[in-house]
T-cell receptor
């Protein structure tokens, strides 16, 4: 079975500072993928970044980067230079090669508030 | 491209009533999914489909049925709504290439209130 744990229900960060959102996972799949989604107050789910378990380098997408530590089973999202528009819920999710249908397992989310 | 769309955006039902939620995607994606999101929780998979004419159960399938008669559409039905089905429902789709972990793209959600 797969499991995603996000231990930070809520976080605050000052505008223009960097912030790390934690995500740990558990899986027996030999190959898996980790995803981060953003859910602003308007409710939609926005894909941010993806990391494959066999990727040699940590994924980056603009101000988002994924600090992937395979041995520690963690896939933390780093947001650099926070902006007010980054205030939202952030969900970590995973899929595995043996997940029929590419199903995603989600964590409970972290609510990020960016202070001006 | 509209991406993934959901109809309706919001609905109020009385206990015992039935309704169908419609999801449509214009990305020619093979796989489609229905999730529910309850307060303070992440998304949980209800049902999914790996192609036209196929459906399968997810984590929380009880009380729901689905159909995928056309590749671009995925319908979620509630035959007899219960207050426990009050939730926000998200549809998602992905390319669904075998052996690949594909990104899922989500619709805007349907907020359902069952009284």
């Amino acid at each position: 079975a797969q499991k995603i744990t996000q231990t930070q229900p809520g976080m605050f960060v000052q505008e223009k500072e960097a912030v790390t959102l934690d995500c740990t996972y558990d899986t027996s799949d030999p190959s898996y993928g980790l995803f981060w989604y953003k859910q602003p107050s308007s409710g939609e789910m926005i894909f941010l970044i993806y990391q494959g378990s066999y990727d040699q380098q940590n994924a980056t997408e603009g101000r988002y980067s994924l600090n992937f530590q395979k041995a520690r089973k963690s896939a933390n999202l780093v947001i650099s230079a926070s902006q007010l528009g980054d205030s939202a819920m952030y969900f970590c999710a995973m899929s595995g090669l043996y997940n029929q249908g590419g199903k995603l397992i989600f964590g409970q989310g972290t609510e990020l508030s960016v202070k001006p | 491209n509209a991406g993934v769309t959901q109809t309706p955006k919001f609905r109020v039902l009385k206990t015992g009533q039935s309704m169908t939620l419609l999801c449509a995607q214009d990305m020619n994606h093979e796989y489609m999914y229905w999730y529910r999101q309850d307060p303070g929780m992440g998304l949980r998979l209800i049902h999914y489909s790996v192609g036209e004419g196929t459906t399968a159960k997810g984590e929380v399938p009880d009380g729901y049925n689905v159909s995928r008669l056309k590749k671009q559409n995925f319908l979620l039905g509630l035959e007899s709504a219960a207050p426990s089905q009050t939730s926000v429902y998200f549809c998602a789709s992905s390319k669904g290439r075998a052996g690949r972990m594909e990104t899922q793209y989500f619709g805007p959600g349907t907020r359902l209130l069952v009284l």
